[in-house]
DNA sequence: CCACTTCTAAACAGAT
DNA sequence: AATCTGTTTAGAAGTG
């Protein structure tokens, strides 16, 4: 019965619940911290464990970067805009527009799809959030570094003064010694990226700039203050520390940590500042204000918990969350103090953010134009013709619902739209609601699937094969040439992130082509029955297809030539235009790979125009293409490469906290219940 | 416009 | 009874 579809579709929705997403992984990250030093670490206590200090910190702090953009959002709802719900269309335009109508606790899912109908998409928010928590690293190493050489001054005193062994100091000096090396070292890897950023124009630290990324939060703020602020505030919540619940308040700690770096102090307030300041300052204000309309829900509570930063205070219901607010949080100087944190950090993340969209909109703009130059490209890159068929396209893939956050979105402009296109989903999302690329696309998908299997495995692109290209090529790739349904399911899922989501679906397509497919054939087995392939009724499938037409292989193979290398260079892009932290993981992170695929397949899609538009050998060869000549074909003709590629449909799922390194040989279906 | 292919959804039945 | 496996049908959509 539909008992598949039926309770995977539901349960789709709550497995992104469920903490696949960035959102909560971080905050789960922040929560499962313990044991924290409260900022007091002992000298002699150096090493390991400060570093893991310092890394707990930096995961708080995106976390803090997350709940603050909801809490600018809901500052913006609480100053900006009326409570008014049901504003006729306001999530098309403004991009806060969600968060207005849902003034409540803010799921990172929501906030990716909020974010997917701004400019950025989640993955590019995500890169920003880790340039801001970069920046924030530093100025905190910095506060660390120095608090550890005072510290490590103050020991040595003391330990001369107690007449200790110089054995004892040895052995102090030498781990304060190496834990400054390794904060040295880290300090120098964040200043690396600083500098990269700026190279970058990611991060503006020029003068006249309306802010300084790297004073953000002490600006209007002594150091003292904020210390002061940040020990009340921990002593005020050890218990919760200790339960694992403290991200937020290690959000202020870390924030008010890195702001106090000394030689950064500001006290200038830009005029964003000012604005942004009686917004946060109003925030307390309006927190004391139950939200009529929502009377149980509140940006400030959620999940039992206070969410005031620094705050996780466990209130059993909402009116006594409202106590609390109102006993805890009133209108005070350190209430004050901690909006103007905050605001200085939400101010910084709307430059940043500012910057990234200008950034975009430039990128899309030259893309754009590139890309229309040639005549004959019809539907250049997409770029234009998705917008107008996003709309169905999300609507002939429901089950994509998460993640096709451009349906909805009216562009204000084409560029504006851009940045959505450019994202894996709406790249897939958009242009043909099932483009199917033509049999001359067809790239071996051995090869295709073996120079790109971390890509693949990693990056949540649906691959550009049919579905019974890939159970076939599950099946070669097995010893004994044969499988289980069970075993292709798993293969699916191991070798494509892609997999890993909408099972439903793919698991019933996958039934349906071994059943419906005569190249398919069922073989009893002792234990069961195993799946084999029949090579020959496979090749009968596509022999007008491929059809022996040299050219067209030769076109297949040009494009597919151009691709690797094209992920190469994006790859290398994306990790020099991102960050030195995410370098490393430029092929593992699904964002980024989901960028390139999508570019890569958005390539292939023009590439397929081209071939099929202006046969093989015409003269109107795209530039692309004549830029790539033919190359040899490594691999005999495979029967699958006549095939169609899966349709783009169903949009490329990206979660960016997908854990990838997980295997998922042992859960087969594990989407819906994560 | 049509035939074909592919994908998706769903109903259904038998096996586990 | 629930789930898995396998078959089949239907419709939508892309391609040639």
Redesign the pocket.
């Known amino acids: ?7 995977e ?1 539901k349960s789709n929705g709550s497995a992104i619940q469920n903490g696949s997403s960035s959102g909560n992984h971080l905050l789960e990250c922040g929560g499962l911290r313990e044991g924290r030093s409260n900022g007091e670490t002992p000298a002699v206590d150096v090493g390991a464990a400060d570093l893991a200090h310092v890394q707990q910190q930096q995961q708080a702090l995106q976390v803090a970067r997350q709940l603050l953009l909801q809490q600018q959002q809901q500052q913006q709802v609480s100053g900006l805009k009326s409570p008014k719900r049901n504003d006729k269309q306001p999530a098309l335009q403004v991009p806060v527009s969600v968060a207005m109508m849902t003034p409540q606790v803010i799921t990172p899912q929501q906030m990716q799809q909020i974010l997917q109908q701004q400019v950025l998409s989640p993955q590019q928010l995500q890169v920003l959030l880790q340039q801001q928590q970069a920046l924030m690293l530093q100025q905190q190493l910095q506060e660390f570094y120095k608090k550890q050489q005072e510290q490590l001054q103050l020991q040595l005193l003391q330990q001369q003064h107690a007449g200790k062994q110089p054995k004892e100091q040895q052995q102090v000096a030498t781990q304060q010694l190496a834990f400054q090396q390794q904060l040295l070292q880290m300090q120098q890897l964040q200043q690396q990226h600083l500098l990269s950023l700026q190279r970058q124009g990611l991060l503006t630290i020029q003068p006249g700039q309306p802010a300084l990324p790297l004073q953000p939060l002490t600006q209007g703020m002594i150091p003292a203050e904020l210390q002061q602020l940040w020990k009340e505030v921990t002593s005020a919540h050890t218990p919760e520390e200790a339960t694992g619940n403290n991200h937020s308040s290690l959000d202020l700690t870390t924030t008010c940590v890195s702001s106090s770096a000394p030689s950064k102090t500001s006290l200038i307030m830009n005029p964003h500042a000012s604005t942004n300041g009686q917004l946060s300052v109003h925030t307390p204000k309006r927190e004391s204000l139950p939200n009529e309309e929502h009377p149980h829900s509140h940006p400030l509570y959620g999940h039992g918990v206070c969410k005031w930063p620094g705050c996780e205070a466990v209130c059993e219901d909402f009116q006594s969350f409202l106590k609390h607010l109102n006993s805890e949080h009133a209108l005070d100087d350190r209430s004050t103090a901690q909006c103007r944190v905050q605001m200085q950090v939400v101010q910084q993340l709307e430059l940043q953010l500012a910057k990234d969209k200008e950034r975009l909109q430039a990128m899309m703009t030259h893309l754009h134009v590139k890309s229309t130059e040639p005549k004959t490209a019809p539907q250049p890159l997409n770029l234009v013709s998705s917008v107008t ?1 996003s709309k ?2 999300s ?5 994509s619902l998460p993640h096709t956050p451009t349906t909805p979105t009216a562009p204000i402009t084409p560029v504006t739209q851009g940045p959505s296109v450019i994202t894996t989903t709406s790249m897939h999302t958009v ?10 696309y067809n790239v071996p998908i051995s090869s295709d699937i073996a120079q790109n299997q971390e890509f693949y495995k990693n990056a949540e692109v ?1 691959p550009p ?6 159970i076939r090529q599950a099946i070669l790739e097995s010893p004994e040439k044969q499988l ?3 075993e292709i ?1 798993n293969w699916f899922t191991r070798m494509f992130a892609y997999f890993r989501r ?1 099972a ?6 996958v ?7 005569k190249c ?1 054939v ?1 073989v009893e087995n002792v234990k ?4 084999t392939v029949d090579e020959v009724e496979f090749q009968k ?2 022999p ?2 491929i059809s022996g037409n040299p050219s067209l292989i030769k076109n297949m193979q040009s494009s597919h030539a151009y691709c690797t290398p094209l992920n190469a260079a994006l790859q290398a892009s994306m990790a020099e235009n991102s960050i030195p932290l995410y370098t490393t993981a430029s092929m593992g992170n699904p964002s980024l790979g989901t960028l390139a695929s999508a570019m890569r397949e958005e390539l292939n ?1 023009a590439m ?1 125009h081209t ?2 538009n202006e046969s093989d050998s015409s003269p109107g060869r795209s530039p692309l293409q004549a830029a790539h000549p033919v190359h040899v074909k490594e691999e005999p003709l495979d029967p699958e490469e ?6 783009l ?2 949009t490329a799922n990206h979660s960016p906290d997908f854990d990838q390194d997980r295997d998922y040989e042992d859960e ?2 594990n989407e819906d219940m994560e």
């Open positions: 019965m539909m008992q598949e579809s039926g309770t579709t068929l169905s396209a609507e002939a893939s429901p089950q242009g043909p609601i099932r483009r199917r690329y033509s049999d001359k649906r094969f049919t579905y019974a290209s890939l289980t349904l069970n399911y909408n439903a679906t793919w698991k019933n397509a039934r349906h082509n071994l059943s419906l497919h398919f069922r069961g029955a195993v799946w499938r596509r007008q297809k899609g397929e071939n099929s006549a095939e169609g590629p899966l349709s449909v169903t087969p279906v």
